[in-house]
């Protein structure tokens, strides 16, 4: 069989790390209130390109017997895959404006496709996991603050390494590059997003050759991007480079608000760092980007934004903020580095098989646990109980349940194979920890380097 390069697949151990990275995040999201929405895996082409993304990404899709030219005359009647879930979310919201409550908290996690040249952490088919907070008309900035909180709380109960959350404002670099004289900021922004991949030296160049920039200008835009604060300081800093304008002042204000408001996650620090533009055109404040640490080289794993223009009907204006995690991009590099789960399959208990003849009685102590939300499942065949025991433990349940004999006076026992610990138990009360119900993800022991 061949494999087809950017479509990941995973063994079970593997998908259970997934599994329980998607309850995790449900879960946060939930409690902050997120609805779940889900949204077409197919969009028009005319929508999915709006905002000028480039098409050469974007998977169409057409029938196998097709009449020739069905699906494949103008732009508008082309059917793709979303390559992102944040366009069709702002159709979804001018379609259903009328049903839904504003400001409006939505998480989805969907799959998308893109035809990107496959690579570590870069996929054809994956996972992203995106809240948003949508409004109408207007969108005060503290709900810039309420993403940025809610995702750095999903963050931190992650097993994965040390996250930075960076946080910037378009704002901020527009008003400063207007004061600097620069007639065109949009043209500066790409350009300065670059520094991650590009010298410095170099970028000074490119501001000067692509976008018309005096030495001294571009200068300046440098040393407004080597500025980067875990607290309030990045406000002084910025002024200290004596540039002024009014949305500057106001853009300064944004982020000192993120920034101080989204602090305290444990394992991940937002940062305030001034290098960051986001290259889509629809951000129009609070942007972010994130790194883990050791694997740096992955990029952003998890980006967003505000978008005050993205959603309209003609009458009103649906203003945003969001961010997408990518779910994939983080959780596939680790688990090729070892991240798995504890087990391959759901069952915190095997129930033993004395033989045939007392299947009846072996399947009655699973319905019995199981009623009571225990995952249990009963032996395949009666071998010997070393035998069942040893299945047990190659898959990772932890327990394995020793029925009493039929007419027998004996007591059901239960033994937890990890310490080899066993006692009586009685199938309408017993229960494991809970930390035991589910698979628990094992982090492997850290690298020192990765590349």
Request: contains cysteine; aromatic residues 6%.
């Amino acid at each position: 069989m061949t494999k087809l390069s950017g479509f990941p697949e995973f063994l079970p151990a593997e998908r259970n790390v997934g599994l329980v990275v998607l309850d995790h995040l449900r879960s946060v999201f939930g409690l902050h209130g997120f609805a779940s929405i889900e949204t077409r895996a197919v969009e028009p082409m005319d929508t999915l390109l709006r905002k000028g993304e480039i098409d050469k990404e974007v998977y169409t899709i057409r029938r196998l017997h097709a009449a020739d030219g069905d699906g494949g005359g103008d732009r508008g009647d082309v059917l793709a895959l979303h390559f992102d879930l944040t366009v069709p979310f702002a159709r979804y919201v001018v379609e259903n404006a009328g049903k839904l409550d504003f400001p409006f908290r939505r998480y989805q996690i969907q799959k998308v496709w893109r035809g990107e040249r496959p690579q570590q952490g870069r996929f054809r088919e994956f996972v992203q996991a995106d809240i948003d907070i949508v409004a109408k008309d207007e969108l005060p900035i503290h709900f810039d603050v309420e993403i940025a909180q809610v995702m750095a709380e999903a963050l931190a109960g992650l097993p994965v390494p040390p996250l930075t959350l960076q946080v910037s404002n378009r704002k901020i670099l527009e008003g400063f590059y207007l004061g600097l004289g620069i007639t065109e900021p949009t043209a500066v922004m790409p350009i300065v997003d670059k520094l991650d991949k590009v010298p410095a030296d170099k970028i000074a160049l490119l501001l000067q050759s692509d976008a018309g920039l005096t030495a001294a200008q571009a200068a300046s835009c440098l040393a407004l991007a080597g500025i980067s604060a875990a607290d309030d300081s990045f406000v002084a800093a910025v002024r200290a480079l004596g540039v002024t304008h009014p949305l500057l002042d106001e853009g300064l204000e944004e982020l000192r608000r993120v920034v101080v408001g989204a602090a305290g996650a444990d394992g991940v620090e937002v940062v305030a760092d001034l290098r960051i533009a986001r290259g889509l055109d629809y951000y129009t404040g609070t942007v972010f980007e994130t790194r883990m640490a050791r694997y740096e080289h992955l990029g952003s794993i998890c980006s967003g934004g505000r978008y005050d223009q993205l959603a309209s009907d003609g009458k009103a204006t649906y203003p945003g903020v969001g961010i997408s995690l990518g779910v994939s991009r983080l959780l596939v590099p680790l688990i090729a580095d070892g991240l798995t789960a504890d087990r391959s399959v759901p069952s915190a208990v095997l129930v033993a098989l004395i033989d045939e003849d007392t299947r009846p009685a072996s399947v009655a102590v699973a319905v019995a646990l199981r009623a009571r939300g225990i995952p249990t499942e009963v032996a395949a065949s009666a071998q010997k109980y070393g035998k069942q025991i040893r299945n047990a433990e190659r898959r990772g349940i932890p327990f394995v349940w020793f029925p009493a004999p039929l007419d027998s006076e004996d007591e059901h026992q239960v033994k937890d194979i990890r310490s080899g610990d066993q006692a009586d138990a009685d199938p309408a009360t017993w229960a494991p920890a809970a930390t035991d119900l589910k698979p628990r993800i094992l982090t492997p022991p850290a690298k020192e380097q990765n590349t």
